[in-house]
Structures are given as structure tokens and as C-alpha cells.
């Protein structure tokens, strides 16, 4: 068993829907949890950073975390087509120097 | 600012041949990692450099796969030689000691190797 999971999708919705994308894993040590976002034959940038359990938002983003059920969440509303690329959720103990990254759920917008 | 530099962004080569793929970090950042890639899954950590001491190798194979950072800036990713199961993405990131509280790494675009 990985110690992070995903669903690779790919997840197809339409222009402005909300987007629901999620992670779990089994390690209760993780304390530091993140959404990178990665285009198609691009490197993964930093979308959101959370710590512990508990929400945060960034505009359309919204990161949520529950450490009692060991499961991230990314919320996407009103989705644009430019919001197509792999979300990546990535985690670490602490230190920050050694994230364990998900497989990734690839999302497609369409417009 | 420039971001992270890789080359080459495309590679093939025929199995057991050698390659080498060459990294240039955001300037100032201290810390450096290089990852692999496979199709379909999620970054996995090589080798993390902190200035120029390897500060953890523990995922890299080295019977074939060696790395270094002179000077503490560029580094080069050598694998030799190089097996069909190599084929992945190759991608260099880079972090400063602020970027590393928010967990943020500037990966570059990746060095895409094919193996036939």
C-alpha cells in the first residue's frame, strides 16, 4: 500500500462547475500537507500549503484537511478550461525537506 | 528571476548507453533535489543536496546512478548505464530556507528520458 493515495481520473467536468479532488494516506505523523498543480509536460507549482487539520482558502482554492480521517481535500469552484493540468497532493513530516507525493488526478475542463 | 534550468528537455538513447542530465537552481536557493517521474505517478525523491553535501541519497540507485553539486550550485544527474525501466521524467527543483516553510519547491520542467 502507498502511503499517499489518489484517483488518477481523469475527472472531466464542465466550465464552472465545483471540482472535488482528494487524497488519503496512512502515515498519522504527517503534519504539513500541499497541492501542487503540474501542466502537461511541465514541473508541479505550489498551489496551497495547509498545516495540521482545518481549512484554507485562496480564491477559487479551497485546501481542507481532516487528520482524524487521514484525508485531503482541494476544491475548485467556478472551474475554468485553464484549470485543466494533474493536481498533485504532496505531504511531509516536517522540515519540508522530503514530500511524499501522490500519483495525481488529471482534470479536464471543458469549455 | 529565472526559474530552474534543466537540459536536455528530451533525451533517447538505446539501453546500457550513459546520459546525463544538467540542473541550474534558482539563484540563492541553498537546497537542491532531483526526482523521477514515472507516466501516471507522482514525483518520487532521488537525491537532496544542501549546498554541495548530498544530504540524503537513500532513494538513489547507485550502481548506476550517481550525482554531484560543485561549488553548491549547478548539479549534474548521471545515470550509467542507463535500463529500460529509466524512462521517466527527470525533474531538478530548488528551495530556499523561506520557500521550504510553506513547502514550496521550484521544479524545473523535467528532462524527459526515453530508453529503447
Known amino acids: 500500500q502507498k502511503e499517499v493515495e489518489q484517483d488518477p481520473g481523469p475527472l472531466s467536468v464542465p466550465e464552472g462547475a465545483i471540482v472535488s479532488l482528494n487524497c488519503t494516506y496512512s502515515?498519522?505523523?504527517?503534519?504539513?500537507f500541499m497541492w501542487y498543480r503540474q501542466y502537461s509536460r511541465k514541473g508541479p507549482e505550489l498551489l496551497m500549503y495547509?498545516?495540521?487539520?482545518g481549512n484554507k482558502e485562496d480564491g477559487r482554492f479551497t485546501a481542507q484537511v481532516d487528520k482524524s480521517s487521514k484525508y485531503i481535500s482541494l476544491f475548485i469552484r467556478d472551474s475554468q478550461p485553464s484549470d485543466s493540468a494533474t493536481y498533485l497532493c504532496?505531504?511531509?513530516?516536517?522540515?519540508?525537506?522530503?514530500?511524499?507525493f501522490g500519483t495525481g488526478t488529471r482534470l479536464l475542463v471543458s469549455p | 528571476e529565472a526559474g530552474v534550468v534543466q537540459s536536455p528537455r528530451y533525451k533517447i538513447i538505446e539501453k546500457k548507453q550513459p546520459v546525463a542530465f544538467w540542473c541550474n537552481p534558482i539563484?540563492?536557493?541553498?537546497?537542491l533535489y532531483w526526482y523521477r517521474q514515472n507516466l501516471g505517478q507522482g514525483p518520487e525523491l532521488l537525491i537532496r543536496?544542501?549546498?554541495?553535501?548530498?544530504?540524503?541519497d537513500s532513494q538513489l540507485p547507485k550502481d548506476r546512478f550517481s550525482a554531484e553539486r560543485l561549488k553548491g550550485v549547478d548539479s549534474t544527474l548521471k545515470i550509467q548505464p542507463a535500463e529500460l525501466g529509466d524512462s521517466a521524467v527527470y525533474l531538478c527543483?530548488?528551495?530556499?530556507?523561506?520557500?521550504?516553510?510553506?513547502?514550496?519547491?521550484?521544479f524545473g520542467e523535467g528532462s524527459r528520458l526515453t530508453v529503447l
Open positions: 527543483a530548488s528551495s530556499s530556507r523561506t520557500s521550504q516553510n510553506t513547502g514550496e519547491l521550484f
Open positions: 502515515n498519522s505523523a504527517f503534519q504539513y
Open positions: 495547509t498545516y495540521s487539520s
Open positions: 504532496a505531504m511531509t513530516l516536517g522540515g519540508f525537506q522530503k514530500l511524499v
Open positions: 539563484s540563492g536557493h541553498n537546497t
Open positions: 543536496y544542501e549546498n554541495e553535501e548530498a544530504v540524503d
